[in-house]
């Protein structure tokens, strides 16, 4: 690769870089190593449940484990999905709605998790893109990737209560037979289909 830059300098950067890239893929192995141990001391049995979501390797599945902590200080899934900025709070007065608000509250670590743990889930599962053509033509394709992360927190939030594993006909079953809107409205910010199309 350095010899086809004419330049000494160029070459002689190019193979320092070259040099360092080796360096530091070995460091990073070591260290994500040694993260994953630490984090299975912290909740192994939470950490591979969140693995067994198609499509979560061990960078979700510990971004998940430390932003959730505890799914039991979470008493209902709604204020789950709330904390995970997957819906926006309904602004209403006098049962008149005027928009949404509250786009800022919540942990944004975890929206992007889920956002990401979707367009994984679509890349890693032969069904995953049929339920999505399915979830965009009822809500639209700008709706459609929120809509399969709100629904991806709802699972989680169910596996991690009952401590069971990630059942994909479950999934479909559960979160696919009901497919509608919550009450307060999709949050679309961040996942877009075209994203996600060119990201494949």
């Known amino acids: 690769m350095a010899e086809r830059c004419l330049e000494p300098a160029v070459q002689q950067s190019s193979a320092v870089d070259l040099t360092l890239s080796g360096s530091y893929d070995r460091l990073l192995t070591e260290l994500e190593l040694e993260i994953v141990n630490t984090a299975k001391g912290h909740g192994a049995q939470t950490f591979y449940r969140l693995r067994s979501i198609p499509g979560v390797g061990k960078i979700l599945a510990r971004v998940l484990l430390y932003e959730i902590h505890d799914i039991h200080r979470f008493p209902r899934v709604q204020e789950f999905v709330s904390y995970c900025r997957l819906v926006k709070c309904a602004k209403e007065s006098a049962g008149k709605r005027y928009g949404t608000a509250g786009a800022k509250i919540g942990n944004a670590y975890l929206k992007w998790a889920f956002s990401e743990a979707a367009v ?60 509608s809107e919550p009450d307060a409205s999709l949050d679309t910010e961040g996942i877009s289909l075209r994203n996600v199309l060119w990201q494949g």
């Open 120 to 179: 994984l889930f679509l890349r890693n599962n032969p069904a995953g893109p049929k339920y999505l053509a399915r979830l965009a033509k009822q809500h639209g394709q700008g709706k459609a990737l929120t809509v399969l992360a709100h629904q991806l927190a709802r699972a989680v939030y169910d596996m991690l209560r009952r401590d069971t594993a990630f059942d994909l006909d479950k999934f479909f079953s559960e979160y696919g037979s009901g497919t």
